[in-house]
Each structure stands twice: as structure tokens, then as C-alpha cells.
């Protein structure tokens, strides 16, 4: 997916699902109950077991712990569909205005990045900006998290993030952007993570580069359609079909080749030793990596509908 040019790449190698953020439903607040450095070296413990995406300081550094393509784990049953937030300070402690505007800034950026609606949440199963205590047990029972007085401050968060974003129209959602003054390509690649040639590219856009305010810019190629995961009975009664064609090739493309011959539209024992293949190289172990497809592997492998 996607790192924040905003913050402070410092990654973890430890405490993280690597290709396991399923989708961005929003941004979640949390509270670290200790300190900017100390959190930093907790989560590079592996005893730890937690992490987040981002986390700020009271004096507003903001750093990137975890790329959105994976899974921080910070607010448990929450962690496959939210980003998550964790600010420098105790329970009880308001954030620090720098802590707002950073917060903010995260937040207009998974606007733009992700398509994730600016407004406010309580809702697990809503989207926008929400925080840590709304999952209740099934986030592990942080009630506490980030506690009252921050969030009474989540409107002042919305409201800057909305300032941020300045009105234009984000990326996944809509697939535009509409230019405001002094945008350049370079500029507006930053802030949607694409790269700016990829911009002009999209749009047919040649040097000089010029654009203008009101202009709208796709952000994203039109989506290719995939084929929808057929179950795990289809693949165990042996089918001949196109769609076994096309999962190999995408297999192949992957760098997941048992392939002798092929592959062919009949599915075979080369089909799932290289899915087995494919399975593994999503980290999967045991049982999940027998060669079978489930739909976690199978939504990943994006088979184009045939």
C-alpha cells in the first residue's frame, strides 16, 4: 500500500503481518501510556507482540512504524481493516496541539491514499476516525484507550484534517484528484504516495508538466476486474476450466512455478504445489500453506476474471 512522506520512516523487522492489511477502514487513536523513545524500543522487542502504524511525540515528531500493505497489531480483533495511531503520553493526558495537527495530517492523508471518509466513528464496523476503547473486547478490551479528554479531541483532529485536504478528491475512492493552486505533479505525488510521473502519465500530461486549478487527474489506472474466489470444493473436484489457466499464469508471474509443463486449464498436482508455493510466500505455514486456494490467498493473487 503505502508510506507517509509526512513521517519518519522507522521500521520494525519484528511484530508486524507482513501483506496483511486487508482494506483501511480509518484511523484509529491510541494513548502509549509511555513515552515516544520507549515505545519505539518495545516495539522493536519481540516479546512485545504489538506495534502501530504511526505514533507522534508530545512535541509533534510523527514516524511511520509499519507500511499500510501490513498488519500492525494494536487494537486486536480491529488490526486487518484500521490504522492505527499511537501518541507519546499517559491516560488521562490530553493530546498536545502538535499532536492534533499530526494526527490530523495522517488522517487526510489515508483520505487521499485510502479513501477513508472524513467524519467520525464509533461504529467497529464504520469508517472514518475512531479510537482504541470503541472495539471493546473484541479489540482487546482497551476501554480506557486513549481515554475521555482525547476523545473530546477527535472533532478538533476531523476539522483539521479537512483543512488539510483542502476539499480535493482523493485517489482509491474516486480514482481523481482536482487540482487547487500552487499544486504541482511532484507535490500532489507526494501526498497520495504515486509518483509523479506515474501522474503525468495517467493523464497524458508531457513536459513542461502544466496544470491548472480546477483540473481533475487520475490518480489510478481503470481497476482490472478479477475473478471472485469460486470455493474450495471447486479446485478439490479437479476442474478444466480457463480460470485454472489463468490462476497459473498469475502463479508464474508471482515467481510460484512448479510447472513442468503449462499451465493448462485442467487443475493438476503442479497447480497446488505452486499455489502451496504462492501460499508460503505470503508467510502462510502448516495447514493454511497445503496448495488448496482459500479466499485471504486467492484475493491476494488478484486472477483476472477470464
Known amino acids: 500500500m503505502a508510506r507517509f512522506s509526512g513521517a519518519t520512516w522507522k ?3 519484528v511484530n508486524y503481518t507482513k501483506n496483511g492489511q486487508d482494506s483501511v477502514r480509518g484511523v484509529v487513536i491510541h494513548i502509549m501510556d509511555g513515552t ?44 486487518r481493516t484500521w490504522l492505527s495511531i499511537e501518541n507519546e503520553g499517559k491516560g488521562g493526558d490530553a493530546l498536545t496541539d502538535a499532536q492534533l ?8 492523508w489515508a483520505h487521499k491514499t485510502h479513501g477513508v471518509p472524513l467524519q467520525l466513528t464509533t461504529d467497529p464496523n464504520g469508517r472514518g476516525l475512531g479510537y482504541h476503547g470503541m472495539g471493546g473486547s473484541a479489540w482487546g478490551g482497551h476501554t480506557s484507550c486513549p481515554g475521555s479528554r482525547v476523545v473530546a479531541q477527535l472533532p478538533e483532529i476531523l476539522k483539521r484534517a479537512k483543512a488539510i485536504a483542502g476539499g480535493s478528491t482523493p485517489g482509491p475512492s474516486t ?18 504516495g504515486i509518483k509523479w510521473e506515474t501522474l503525468a502519465q ?3 500530461i508531457k513536459a513542461p508538466y502544466v496544470i491548472k486549478p480546477g483540473q481533475k487527474l487520475k490518480t489510478k489506472a ?4 478479477y475473478a471472485p ?33 503449462g499451465p493448462g486449464p485442467r487443475w493438476t498436482e503442479a497447480d497446488r504445489k505452486s499455489y502451496q508455493k504462492w501460499q508460503r510466500k505470503l508467510g502462510f505455514t502448516g495447514a493454511d500453506a497445503d496448495g488448496w486456494p482459500g479466499a485471504s490467498s486467492w484475493a491476494k493473487l488478484r486472477v483476472p476474471k477470464v
Open 101 to 108: 495537527t499530526r494526527c490530523a495530517e495522517v488522517l487526510a
Open 222 to 225: 481503470s481497476a482490472p476486474q
Open 36 to 79: 515516544y523513545a520507549g515505545t519505539d524500543s518495545w516495539f522493536r522487542n519481540p516479546a512485545a507482540q504489538a506495534s502501530s502504524h504511526f505514533g507522534t511525540s508530545r512535541t509533534g515528531q510523527l514516524c511511520q512504524w509499519v507500511d499500510t500493505a501490513n498488519r500492525a497489531w494494536a487494537q486486536a480483533g480491529g488490526n
Open 229 to 261: 474466489f469460486p470455493g474450495a470444493a471447486y479446485f478439490k473436484a479437479s476442474p478444466n476450466s480457463a480460470l485454472v489457466t489463468a490462476m497459473g499464469r498469475r502463479l508464474v508471474a508471482e515467481g510460484c512455478s512448479a510447472y513442468a509443463d
Open 202 to 204: 495517467l493523464n497524458g
Open 175 to 192: 480514482g481523481t484528484y482536482t487540482v487547487k493552486a500552487g499544486d504541482t505533479l511532484s507535490g500532489i505525488g507526494k501526498a497520495l
Open 11 to 13: 521500521p520494525i523487522s
